[in-house]
């Protein structure tokens, strides 16, 4: 490695275990304050009703939903020019999810500063990023209307997620328009023409991973894995002896990871859990009870994936650049 590779290794291990460091625990702290709000003698009752068994459960069910979201991602690199061996890349998606208590899940986007120690240009990985969080929207937008009619009031929320969808893909279909103002933009300039010019970048090779066949075919495995996750909080209100039909639990867990989106909260922190709790509580739940699954399902989710991400990005650390040839 090159003294200035290695000096940027250097510099970017700085910055980004600081940002693990604040962003966690900045965040966790918020959560133990929802945690103590709604009583940890809820949230421990509930963890003993649901038992370790179901706790395996609900943790495997976060894993499949982390699994097909990685096959995804492993689609758009090489739909992107860059294929990567499944291991490492692997371990970069995951390590990833360290920064997922970042506003907009923004801070997952350190894949792409480790992708490019394999050669993966930041405009790819970052289109690839883009992507991800088109798709997941799309996704959760979908499994809401599971319970719409039971709940019309959810309706100007989605509307602002099909909104934003919508737009997402407009933009998207426009690949000449998008290809003319990236060469009217300057190749020089200040920070903001720059920071211009790479977002068209992205936008440009984001096209790609947004033709109709393959836009289809992700966003069925979308809907497939985040309904893994919604399962799970179906379950864990079963366990915990709430009477919670499957596609009510279904649309809360939808509509609360869609409010966490909207509200460009670190990790959805706020508003996810007060959908939660809110529609929960609407159809019956006491207000103790509804903490806890809240806390409970988040821990399983959320949390579980921190928790991985910061492992793995810990263990990364130091890791040198790999060759070029390796990935070949």
């Known amino acids: 490695m090159s003294a200035a590779a290695s000096n940027e290794t250097v510099q970017f291990s700085g910055w980004r275990y600081r940002a693990v460091v604040l962003s966690v625990v900045g965040s966790a702290l918020g959560y133990l304050a929802f945690s103590l709000w709604g009583g940890w003698h809820a949230v421990g009752a509930a963890v003993s009703e649901v038992g370790l068994i179901g706790i395996v459960i609900a943790l495997f069910m976060s894993s499949v939903n982390y699994g097909l979201r990685f096959m995804r991602w492993q689609a758009y690199l090489?739909?992107?020019?860059?294929?990567?061996?499944?291991?490492?890349?692997?371990?970069?998606?995951?390590?990833?999810?360290?920064?997922?208590?970042?506003?907009?899940?923004?801070?997952?986007?350190?894949?792409?500063?480790?992708?490019?120690?394999?050669?993966?240009?930041?405009?790819?990985?970052?289109?690839?990023?883009?992507?991800?969080?088109?798709?997941?929207?799309?996704?959760?937008?979908?499994?809401?209307?599971?319970?719409?009619?039971?709940?019309?009031?959810?309706?100007?929320?989605?509307?602002?997620?099909?909104?934003?969808?919508?737009?997402?893909?407009?933009?998207?279909?426009?690949?000449?328009?998008?290809?003319?103002?990236?060469?009217?933009?300057?190749?020089?300039?200040?920070?903001?023409?720059?920071?211009?010019?790479?977002?068209?970048?992205?936008?440009v090779h984001a096209q790609q991973c947004h033709r109709l066949r393959l836009m289809l075919g992700l966003t069925l495995l979308s809907v497939v894995a985040w309904s893994a996750e919604a399962l799970a909080f179906h379950w864990i209100l079963q366990w915990m002896g709430a009477d919670i039909p499957l596609t009510f639990a279904v649309f809360v867990y939808a509509l609360a990871m869609l409010a966490g989106a909207i509200s460009f909260m670190p990790g959805g922190l706020g508003g996810a859990e007060a959908v939660m709790v809110g529609l929960l509580v609407f159809k019956g739940m006491n207000s103790a009870d509804a903490v806890a699954a809240t806390v409970l399902i988040r821990l399983a989710t959320l949390w579980f994936a921190v928790a991985i991400g910061a492992l793995m990005l810990f263990r990364l650390k130091g890791e040198t650049t790999p060759q070029r040839d390796a990935i070949q």
Do not use: C
């Not at 801070?107 to 405009?123: I, T």
């Not at 690839?128 to 959760?140: C, G, K, N, P, T």
């Not at 933009?171 to 998008?178: T, Y």
């Not at 300057?186 to 211009?196: A, D, F, V, W, Y």
């Open 78 to 203: 090489k739909v992107l020019g860059h294929p990567m061996p499944w291991r490492p890349s692997l371990n970069i998606y995951l390590a990833g999810f360290a920064l997922t208590t970042t506003p907009g899940k923004a801070g997952e986007a350190l894949r792409g500063v480790l992708l490019k120690r394999w050669g993966v240009p930041y405009p790819q990985s970052f289109a690839a990023f883009f992507s991800e969080r088109l798709s997941d929207l799309f996704a959760v937008v979908l499994l809401t209307l599971f319970g719409l009619s039971l709940y019309p009031e959810a309706m100007p929320m989605i509307v602002v997620g099909v909104g934003l969808v919508l737009v997402g893909l407009l933009v998207l279909s426009q690949r000449r328009l998008l290809e003319r103002l990236t060469l009217m933009v300057p190749s020089e300039g200040g920070k903001l023409i720059g920071l211009l010019r790479h977002l068209l970048h992205v936008l």
